[in-house]
């Protein structure tokens, strides 16, 4: 599948911004508030422009806005453009809030970007060059229907780096196979550095192994891993049947790069022709990713056209190495969590999926025969025609957190993140 090539969008820009010169034009205070008890690290706060634009004027092309904390500093802010029309469309930063705390920000137009950040969130889909080393971050990429996994004892390297897109924060990291499988993957890190630029790409250096960054922790077998997904379709006169997002009838699966730091990383996978049964028309399924810096999860928002009535997304938690999930229901969210010696370095690792509640239409088991989807603990979520289907993927490890070393740590921490999900930063201009 061939795409077009247009001028790029700068998908982000790295700032900090001094305030002289701030005021040219009056600045507009924006309130945020912690409507919780407990502290909130790194919340991710999303300006759309249009909203900036109610309280500021029109934006003139070019420019962009400066936030300023109320202690006069400055919050370096990350401009993306949504819908690749070549102008910034959101605005993003992050704050890190004390237990009911309320900060004014300044918010103003500027022209002037100044400085660097740190880059704490970070995708890329790379693909193999003929001399076996691998290109540039791809915007755009897409496979076919069928195309198959890497055959190992045939090539020492996948045909993209670490088999498919890889994103990552500064606490964790994921990935997805690209090819038929389509299963999602665990980067444990150690680091808070940006790493999957460079890991996979020496085939003697194995990141199934513990590394100074962190390794690969997680075995996924023929389950959903860690919230790769599949839909629960009804069958007339018959149990409702689990089909997984992937194998042949998947057909072509097109990536594309949508923001890429400093502040958080989006990226989207399209399914324009995902024939799941014979007997329905072929459906159109869109998987939007994000993460932040800060979080030990990526979200997920999934939408889903032609999807037949009745039928549910199915996302879920490999089980080979846990002895059992529990549920989760607090502060109108819902899900499950598992928690066991079940990293690929036999320790400590905990996972959970969290969905709104309005959207969760229960959990499970898969079972172990008659299926292709099996080892799995699930999330059933309720698909509505013009609402994406949303949740959210938590990974902790005992290396990354020395919270994530008792179940109890694990436990008060998605707890304490389900509260977080339902309850959202009270924002007012």
Not at 85 to 101: I, T, V
Not at 139 to 154: C, H, I, K
Request: glycine share 8%.
């Amino acid at each position: 599948m061939k795409f077009k090539t247009r001028p790029l969008f700068p998908l982000f820009v790295l700032m900090l911004f001094s305030s002289a010169g701030l005021f040219a034009q009056k600045a507009k205070q924006l309130s945020v508030s912690n409507p919780s008890d407990f502290c909130r690290p790194d919340e991710l706060i999303v300006l759309s422009r249009k909203m900036i634009e109610r309280k500021l004027g029109k934006i003139p092309e070019g420019n962009y806005i400066s936030i300023i904390e109320s202690a006069n500093r400055p919050v370096v802010v990350q401009f993306d453009d949504m819908d690749k029309d070549e102008k910034w469309d959101e605005a993003a930063f992050l704050y890190s809030f004390k237990p009911g705390e309320k900060v004014v920000f300044n918010v103003s137009v500027t022209g002037r970007l100044l400085g660097k950040a740190v880059v704490r969130a970070h995708v890329r889909q790379r693909r193999k060059n003929t001399d076996a080393t691998f290109g540039p971050a791809l915007e755009r990429d897409s496979v076919p229907a069928g195309q198959p996994n890497t055959d190992f004892s045939q090539q020492k390297l996948p045909p993209f780096l670490t088999e498919g897109p890889a994103w990552e924060n500064d606490k964790v990291g994921f990935r997805i196979y690209f090819d038929v499988r389509n299963t999602k993957d665990i980067w444990g890190k150690t680091t808070s550095k940006m790493m999957l630029d460079t890991v996979g790409a020496d085939p003697s250096d194995s990141y199934h192994h513990l590394a100074g960054w962190g390794m690969d922790i997680l075995a996924v077998g023929k389950s959903l891993g860690a919230g790769s997904l599949a839909m629960s379709m009804p069958l007339t006169g018959k149990k409702d049947t689990l089909i997984r997002l992937g194998g042949q009838n998947m057909g072509p699966v097109i990536y594309e790069k949508i923001a890429d730091g400093p502040v958080r990383a989006i990226f989207r996978l399209h399914y324009p022709d995902w024939k799941a049964l014979e007997s329905i028309p072929a459906l159109d399924l869109t998987e939007e990713i994000s993460i932040w810096g800060g979080q030990y999860f990526y979200e997920s928002k999934v939408s889903v056209y032609n999807a037949p009535a009745g039928a549910r997304l199915v996302s879920g938690i490999v089980n080979l190495n846990s002895k059992k999930s529990t549920p989760v229901a607090r502060g109108g969210v819902q899900g499950l969590f598992t928690y066991d010696l079940q990293s690929e370095n036999k320790d400590h690792l905990g996972m959970a999926i969290l969905t709104p509640a309005s959207l969760c239409d229960g959990t499970g088991t898969t079972p172990n025969e008659g299926t292709d989807v099996k080892n799995t603990y699930y999330v059933s979520m309720k698909i509505s025609p013009g609402r994406t289907s949303d949740f959210r993927f938590y990974s902790g490890w005992e290396k990354s957190d020395k919270i994530f070393s008792a179940e109890k740590g694990f436990r008060d921490y998605i707890g304490n993140e389900a509260v977080r999900y339902g309850q959202p930063l009270n924002i007012i201009w």
